[in-house]
């Protein structure tokens, strides 16, 4: 299986949007199924904002942990919207998603990346040092840090994206909406390839959130921009020989004064 960790490390540019559109549209050919999971130690939001109960959950899947888990495990405590997407939601409390995730997350992430033809999304939410689930995210597959192309998002999330790299992590950029700075000008200060661009789509953030039918959807920017990260990212875990990824096709760097733009001291 591949797991694919979405988080951020300053602000709030829309980690839990952009894995659910990606779950969403991530493709499942081939044998390989899919689900989204919640691994944020702040609390889920998936509960809340699609009506689903915690439990079957990370809680309950965590508490099966203690007695082994079998093949089926992750789809016993998973939950399913309309579109027929798995959800593993966390729980809403901080304290409870903290907790489970310190006790837990390392060896969770561990288990599923053993589990083979599956193909699970998760999203950590805001990353630190000490984060609770940083063990989980240690053994993702691919990690991407969502960050608006902002000087101060920008630094935090590649302080994050270093020390994962140091750890043997993949790591990579997803930008989300307007900002000073283009994806080839991220690149060039920090050495960190953009895996997706994705436009500052306020209406379709909605409309994702709130259940709309999948062919209005579809017609979204962010949709569409999540799709081509989504098939990006999956064409690259399942080739046969493993490589580097890919990097996502970036403009031009900026002109004028100051090359890149941004400043890495």
């Given at each position: 299986m591949s797991l694919v960790t979405f988080v951020s490390a300053r602000g709030a540019p829309g980690v839990?949007?952009?894995?659910?559109?990606?779950?969403?549209?991530?493709?499942?050919?081939?044998?390989?199924?899919?689900?989204?999971?919640?691994?944020?130690?702040?609390?889920?939001?998936?509960?809340?904002?699609?009506?689903?109960?915690?439990?079957?959950?990370?809680?309950?899947?965590?508490?099966?942990?203690?007695?082994?888990?079998?093949?089926?495990?992750?789809?016993?405590?998973?939950?399913?919207?309309?579109?027929?997407?798995?959800?593993?939601?966390?729980?809403?409390?901080?304290?409870?998603?903290?907790?489970?995730?310190?006790?837990?997350?390392?060896?969770?992430?561990?288990?599923?990346?053993?589990?083979?033809?599956?193909?699970?999304?998760?999203?950590?939410?805001?990353?630190?040092?000490?984060?609770?689930?940083?063990g989980f995210v240690a053994s993702s597959d691919l990690v991407v840090v969502v960050a608006r192309p902002v000087v101060d998002q920008l630094h935090a999330g590649a302080e994050q994206a270093s020390a994962l790299?140091?750890?043997?992590?993949?790591?990579g950029w997803c930008l989300v909406g307007d900002g000073p700075y283009r994806p080839a000008d991220v690149e060039a200060a920090y050495g960190i390839d953009v895996w997706g661009a994705i436009p500052g789509d306020a209406r379709g953030a909605g409309l994702m959130i709130g259940g709309a039918p999948a062919k209005k959807l579809a017609r979204t920017a962010l949709v569409r921009s999540a799709a081509s990260l989504a098939g990006h990212l999956s064409g690259w875990l399942h080739r046969s020989a493993p490589s580097p990824v890919?990097?996502?096709?970036?403009?031009?760097?900026?002109?004028g004064p100051g090359g890149a733009g941004v400043v890495v001291e």
């Open positions: 839990s949007t952009m894995a659910l559109s990606v779950a969403g549209v991530w493709p499942s050919s081939d044998g390989h199924a899919k689900a989204l999971m919640e691994v944020d130690p702040a609390g889920g939001v998936l509960g809340l904002r699609l009506g689903l109960g915690e439990d079957p959950g990370l809680v309950s899947l965590t508490a099966a942990a203690r007695h082994g888990l079998d093949r089926m495990a992750l789809w016993d405590h998973a939950q399913e919207l309309p579109g027929g997407l798995a959800v593993v939601p966390g729980p809403a409390s901080s304290s409870v998603a903290a907790q489970v995730l310190a006790s837990t997350g390392g060896r969770l992430g561990e288990w599923l990346a053993g589990l083979g033809d599956v193909d699970v999304i998760a999203d950590a939410g805001r990353l630190t040092g000490v984060s609770p689930a940083l790299v140091a750890r043997g992590v993949r790591v890919p990097p996502f096709p970036v403009d031009a760097p900026a002109d």
